[in-house]
């Protein structure tokens, strides 16, 4: 089998997929060791892997069933597993929590997470291998992780102080994944 035939689960298109995976994973393994930079150049990485996989496998004809759910949980673990990730560590790291806003922010980053996965489930079961709808409805994802490092960078810049204002960032991020906004397709 070659890195061109469709059926090949470990073709181009899967291949980019699983280095999206591999960064991601990383990125969380670095998030541990409080290596915030590294870890997010890891998901900027993943970023353009997301985007490389899709428009490899519609170029070349490898757009299959295995290949977008493999492309899901690739975006669940890169996208909102690690950025939420990401963010609960830093603002443990940069400010001073109390332990009420710390409980409340893992409640957050929980409903986040869920909120993300829901989200992906629910793109799964509306599209079909190989179509790009125009718009998507709700937030993609990587956009998602996009918001989130934002208030990323709020938080390790001092903008943000507030474990409180955070979880509210974070919960209208996780309301937006699910919402009826149109955001155009790339």
Same mark, same amino acid.
């Given at each position: 089998?070659?890195?061109?035939?469709?059926?090949?689960?470990? /073709?181009?298109?899967? !291949?980019?997929?699983?280095?999206?995976?591999?960064?991601?994973?990383?990125?969380?393994?670095?998030?541990?060791?409080? /290596?915030?930079?590294?870890?997010?150049?890891?998901? =900027?990485?993943?970023?353009?892997?997301?985007?490389? +996989?899709?428009?490899?496998?519609?170029?070349?004809? !490898?757009?299959? &069933?295995?290949?977008?759910?493999? +492309?899901?949980?690739? +975006?669940? !673990?890169?996208?909102?597993?690690?950025?939420?990730?990401?963010?609960?560590?830093?603002?443990?790291?940069?400010? @001073?929590?109390?332990?009420? &806003?710390?409980?409340?922010?893992?409640?957050?980053?929980? =409903?986040?997470?869920?909120?993300?996965?829901?989200?992906?489930? &629910?793109?799964?079961?509306?599209? +079909?291998?190989?179509?790009?709808?125009?718009?998507? &409805?709700?937030?993609?994802?990587?956009?998602?992780?996009?918001?989130? =490092?934002?208030?990323?960078?709020?938080?390790?810049?001092?903008?943000?102080? @507030?474990?409180? !204002?955070?979880?509210?960032?974070?919960?209208?991020?996780? =309301? @937006?994944?699910?919402?009826?906004?149109?955001?155009?397709?790339?």
């Amino acid at each position: 089998m070659t890195l061109f035939e469709k059926d090949n689960r470990f /073709n181009l298109a899967n !291949l980019i997929t699983f280095g999206n995976i591999a960064c991601g994973v990383a990125a969380m393994y670095l998030i541990q060791q409080n /290596n915030f930079f590294l870890a997010i150049i890891l998901a =900027w990485i993943a970023g353009a892997l997301d985007i490389a +996989d899709g428009k490899v496998a519609r170029k070349y004809g !490898l757009s299959t &069933e295995f290949g977008i759910q493999v +492309d899901s949980f690739a +975006d669940f !673990l890169s996208f909102v597993v690690m950025p939420a990730f990401l963010l609960f560590y830093a603002t443990r790291h940069y400010v @001073s929590l109390s332990g009420a &806003e710390e409980l409340l922010l893992g409640i957050v980053f929980i =409903w986040y997470i869920i909120s993300g996965l829901r989200r992906l489930v &629910e793109f799964n079961l509306k599209v +079909d291998a190989g179509e790009v709808a125009k718009y998507f &409805e709700g937030v993609p994802t990587p956009l998602g992780a996009i918001l989130l =490092w934002l208030v990323y960078l709020a938080v390790a810049y001092g903008i943000l102080t @507030s474990g409180y !204002l955070v979880a509210l960032l974070v919960v209208a991020v996780a =309301w @937006s994944l699910n919402s009826k906004l149109h955001i155009p397709h790339p």
